[in-house]
Structures are given as structure tokens and as C-alpha cells.
């Protein structure tokens, strides 16, 4: 099976940053999104619409009792409380490895939920990287605060059991990614294809190291599955619709 470049998002939460932003630079072919878009295009005018796509990230037995987070200007907030220590969440481009040219792609949409031990150690990068995206930093910027954080040990690891559940419909991973295919991430700390056997004829796990992003210390593996969110199946196809 070929290695598939879905964008891999992170995490999510709150956080508060300025409001306003000047319109973004004329788009060009080798960088069609060079820089933050107007804060509008990324938000989700509906709330109950932003609600109920976080929350077919993962099957309603997990998500119906999952917390729940809308983002608004001044960042996440809490809509739905939790009961069972998952978080569900609408991830945004800056979520995009640093080195994506979408990352500033003000339609990409990545519902997401993530599970107790993934909403400690990896819903924090979320939170971060929001913040900083919403203060008006340029990419490079954010980079630099990162890094610098990590140096600080500010930023977790992965705990162990880390994963998340990332099987909606209305998942769109930008325009390379398109909507792929419902699937499983597992977080880890860093690690190669060969200690989970990706990548392999036949193995269903997938890593992309073109699109992994080294400057967090996490490695995602993700594992495609059958069916949707709603129990509906995810025809063969569509695994093979967004290949490169």
C-alpha cells in the first residue's frame, strides 16, 4: 500500500489572542497560502455546526460523552462538558506540519477526538500553536516559539496509550488531502516505520515521513478503517483517491 499524504493534525483547547488581521497576501502557485488568511475564514459561523463535527470525529459511543471545543477569535472554548476523558475538536491548518504549504489554509477542517491520555500530552500542542497562530505570528515566528518551548520542556511528550480518533465524513485535509479515509492515529514518542512494521505490503499501519513533523517529538501512526464514524462504510476507493 502506498504511503498516503494525509495532513496529520494534533490538538485543541483554549487560549486568548488579538482579533483583528490584514488581508493575506496575493496566493501563487508554489505557495497558494503564504500566509495567515482573515481570522473569519477559519471560523465556523454555526456552533452547533462546529459542535456536531467535532463530534463525528469518533462513533457517538465515545464522542456523546467526549468535551467538546468550538473555536471562536479569542481561541478554544468549552461547549459541551465531558464525562469519559476524550476531547472532540475541529483542528485548523496550523495544526499542519510546519513544513505543509496549507498550513495557512483557511478551509482545511480536521475533526478530531482525542482519548484521556491523548487530550494530557498531545491536546496541549493544540492549545499552543492556537495561541500563537491567533496573536498574528508568521509561521517562522511560531517555529522559533516552539522550539523554544520544547527547549523549556513547556510542551509534554506523548503518553504512553496516546491516540485518537479521527473517522468523519466531513473531514477535509486541504486541497492535497482532500478527504481521504476514516482512520486511527497513534501517538508515540519518536520512532521509525520498522517498530510498527508501517509501510509494509499488507501491514495496515501507515507512516509519512515526507509529511512528519519533526519539530515535536511525536510520531503518528495511523491505522485506516472500514467504516465511518455513523457505522456507514468507507468505500475501497477512497483509501486510493488521494494518493501521491
Keep these: 500500500m502506498k504511503i498516503i499524504k494525509a495532513i496529520t493534525l494534533s490538538t485543541s483547547l483554549l487560549l486568548a489572542a488579538s482579533g483583528a488581521f490584514g488581508p493575506a ?26 459542535i456536531a463535527m467535532a463530534k463525528s470525529a469518533a462513533p457517538p459511543t465515545i464522542s456523546n460523552e467526549a468535551e467538546v471545543l468550538v473555536l471562536g477569535k ?3 472554548h468549552t461547549a459541551i462538558e465531558g464525562k469519559n476523558g476524550f476531547t472532540c475538536l475541529v483542528e485548523r491548518s496550523w495544526m499542519s ?19 484521556p491520555a491523548a487530550t494530557r500530552s498531545i491536546l496541549p500542542y493544540t492549545i499552543y500553536r492556537t495561541k500563537l497562530a491567533l496573536s498574528g505570528l508568521t509561521k ?11 527547549a523549556r520542556n513547556q510542551l509534554p511528550n506523548p503518553e504512553t496509550g496516546a491516540m485518537s480518533y479521527m473517522m468523519s465524513k466531513e473531514a477535509f485535509f486541504g486541497d492535497a488531502g482532500g478527504h481521504w479515509h476514516p482512520h486511527l492515529m497513534f501517538h508515540v514518542p519518536t520512532a521509525n516505520a520498522a517498530s510498527w512494521g508501517a509501510n509494509l505490503p ?23 478503517v472500514g467504516h465511518w464514524s455513523d457505522g456507514t462504510p468507507a468505500m475501497a476507493d477512497e483509501s486510493a483517491s488521494h494518493k501521491h
Design 25 to 50: 497576501q496575493a496566493q501563487d502557485a508554489k505557495t497558494p497560502y503564504p500566509t495567515m488568511a482573515p481570522l473569519d475564514g477559519y471560523l465556523i459561523a454555526d456552533r452547533d455546526a462546529e
Design 74 to 76: 479569542d481561541g478554544y
Design 97 to 115: 506540519p510546519t513544513g505543509s504549504p496549507e498550513f495557512w489554509n483557511p478551509r482545511l477542517r480536521g475533526p478530531i477526538c482525542y482519548n
Design 140 to 150: 517562522a515566528q511560531m517555529i522559533e516559539s516552539i522550539k523554544s518551548a520544547l
Design 202 to 224: 499488507d501491514s495496515p499501519v501507515l507512516l509519512n515521513d515526507e509529511f512528519h513533523d519533526e519539530l515535536e517529538p511525536e510520531t503518528i501512526f495511523m491505522v485506516p
